[in-house]
Every structure is written in structure tokens, then in C-alpha cells.
């Protein structure tokens, strides 16, 4: 009968095994689960931080660039109104003579030779023909007559 007890007894200890390991299984999943989800969260909230900082950075860039280009083509707005309202470019459009397109090659000159930017300044008439151009090369000015042989 002890055998029996014993053999009962370990028969009932394997069974109480198997539920505490089904139990315990079961118990780790639900952890690792549980786990898993705040994982999720907290790697979701942080990648969503990083985005919203990432477009954040991308349209301060932007911004700058567009204030840098928005000065650069004022200024360059305000340079063709200097040239625009000139004595000498509007005595040329009223006469296109070659004194009057000498003047406003020497106002071309001055102007691309004060500014940092203007290597080339063109002047194109109604009929889509360039008129006058003014090259500013290493403080060399040429006009659009004296053109090199590598144009």
C-alpha cells in the first residue's frame, strides 16, 4: 500500500507539475505579451516624436532657404529696376543707337562688376534677340561685340 501511496502520490506531483508548467506558461506569455505591448507603445511614441522632429527640421531648412533666395532675387529684382529706370537704358530704348547701347554697356559693366554674384548681364529685346551682354571675367569686362572663340 506505501507504493501505491507513493506511486499516487507521484502520479499526483507530475500532474500538479504539468498544471503549474501550463500555468506558468501561460503566465510568461501573458508577460511577455504585456511586455511586448508597452514595447510597441513606447517605440511608436518615440518613433512619432522623431518624425514630428525630423519635419520640424526639414521645414526650418526649407524656411531658411526660401529667406535666402527670397533676398537673393530682391536684390536682383532691385539691381533690374536700377538698370530699368537708367538714363542710359531708357535713351537706348527709346534710340537703339551704338552710343546709346555703348552707355548702357559701360552701366551693364558697372553694375555686374559691383555686385559678388553677376559674372553676365544680358539685355534681350522684344524679339527674343540679346541686344547687349556684358561678361565680367577676373575684373575683365567685355561686351557682347567682342566675343572669344570659345563661345
Known amino acids: 500500500m506505501r507504493l501505491f501511496d507513493t506511486v499516487s502520490q507521484v502520479t499526483h506531483y507530475f500532474k500538479y507539475i504539468k498544471t503549474l508548467n501550463k500555468k506558468a506558461v501561460f503566465f510568461i506569455v501573458i508577460i511577455l505579451v504585456a511586455i511586448n505591448i508597452l514595447y510597441s507603445m513606447v517605440f511608436n511614441a518615440q518613433l512619432t516624436e522623431l518624425k514630428n522632429e525630423s519635419v520640424s527640421q526639414q521645414?526650418?531648412?526649407v524656411q531658411v532657404?526660401?529667406?535666402v533666395i527670397k533676398r537673393s532675387l530682391l536684390t536682383?529684382?532691385?539691381d533690374i529696376n536700377v538698370i530699368r529706370r537708367s538714363d542710359e537704358f531708357t535713351n537706348y530704348i527709346a534710340e537703339p543707337n551704338e552710343t546709346n547701347k555703348t552707355e548702357v554697356e559701360m552701366l551693364f559693366s558697372r553694375i555686374a562688376s559691383s555686385k559678388d554674384g553677376f559674372t553676365q548681364i544680358r539685355y534681350i529685346d522684344?524679339?527674343?534677340m540679346e541686344s547687349i551682354r556684358v561678361?565680367?571675367?577676373k575684373r575683365f569686362n567685355r561686351s557682347c561685340g567682342e566675343r572669344s572663340a570659345s563661345e
Open 59 to 61: 521645414v526650418n531648412q
Open 126 to 128: 522684344k524679339t527674343g
Open 76 to 78: 536682383i529684382y532691385d
Open 65 to 67: 532657404m526660401m529667406n
Open 135 to 137: 561678361n565680367i571675367k
